[in-house]
């Protein structure tokens, strides 16, 4: 680490559209639609644009979850968001997400469309909409938005962070590496200490608060993502272990996170869902 050659900052800023590493083409120092593109709408209530990644997983977990609770009013239309297509960056997705970051939902069962962005923004409103995995009882309701909020702050750490220069950055650097690496490791044990003393993160009961963490920290400890399992001793968590198996079994989480998946085995890939039979015909 001492022979790396020391960076010394520019007064001034300027962008340089070779950095960035593998998603350099989408990372860019402005906001705002680079081209015209109408979203398709289809005929369900909620209509959701999104990628499989970890945070488009949590919207589409908790639409098959509250389905399966039997919430006709959960029924959606999903499209798939080709990130590395620029597709984020289209007019149609930019009116619903200025951010431009999916997943982003339009609720359109009422008499104006709803807009709703940032994935924990849209769990939290999904959950008071059906009344689902979001406690009344106020000391619960503040646990699980406490684990909400703290899966929102930290993951920006683990993907941004620890995933980019493990996995993504165009030289392997050993101080950000280590630096973002001993972050994650906090972050699991952070969980590991939660879970010790209850079945789910806010307690006896699933609730949104798992959804949004499940995708990000359950998969990394189930060795799924950033091929990082080993570098991250992640089997040394038990509790999450437990945790994450638990969760993955669920019916509903098994259907949630094919759809908008482009990648992996073939039998896991749903690039569009309009109706639960597209999902019944990959076994599931």
């Known amino acids: 680490m001492n022979d790396m050659p020391e960076f010394t900052p520019p007064k001034v800023w300027t962008w340089d559209q070779e950095n960035g590493g593998k998603f350099a083409s989408t990372n860019r120092p402005i906001a705002g639609a680079t081209h015209d593109k109408e979203l398709p709408v289809g005929d369900n209530p909620l209509q959701l644009y999104s990628l499989a990644t970890p945070n488009g997983v949590k919207v589409t977990v908790m639409l098959e979850e509250l389905l399966a609770k039997g919430h006709s009013g959960a029924e959606y239309d999903a499209y798939t968001i080709r990130i590395g297509d620029g597709d984020q960056f ?9 951010n431009s970051k999916i997943p982003a939902l339009l609720d359109r069962s009422g008499p104006e469309p709803i807009r709703v962005f940032e994935s924990g923004s849209i769990l939290f409103y999904l959950a008071e909409k ?17 684990w909400l909020f703290w899966q929102m702050g930290s993951a920006p750490y683990l993907g941004g962070g620890f995933g980019h220069f ?9 101080y950000p590496i280590n630096r973002f690496a001993m972050e994650t490791k906090r972050q699991l044990d952070v969980l590991d200490r939660q ?4 079945r789910f993160i806010a307690g006896d009961d699933y609730t949104i608060a798992d959804i949004a963490i499940w995708p990000w920290y359950g998969v990394l400890a189930q060795g799924k993502i950033y091929d990082a399992g080993e570098f991250l001793d992640v089997q040394s968590y038990k509790n999450v272990q437990r945790w994450t198996d638990e969760i993955a079994a669920r019916p509903a989480v ?4 094919v759809v908008n998946r482009v990648a992996g085995p073939e039998n ?8 639960a039979a597209d999902i019944d015909k990959l076994g599931l």
């Open 90 to 98: 289209g007019s149609g997705f930019v009116d619903i997400n200025p």
């Open 195 to 198: 879970l010790a003393d209850n």
């Open 166 to 174: 493990y996995a993504y950055a165009p030289l392997k650097m050993e």
């Open 268 to 275: 896991e890939q749903l690039e569009e869902r309009h109706s």
């Open 254 to 257: 098994k259907r949630g996170r």
């Open 130 to 146: 059906f009344g689902e995995f979001l406690p009344t009882e106020p000391a619960k309701r503040a646990e699980t938005m406490n």
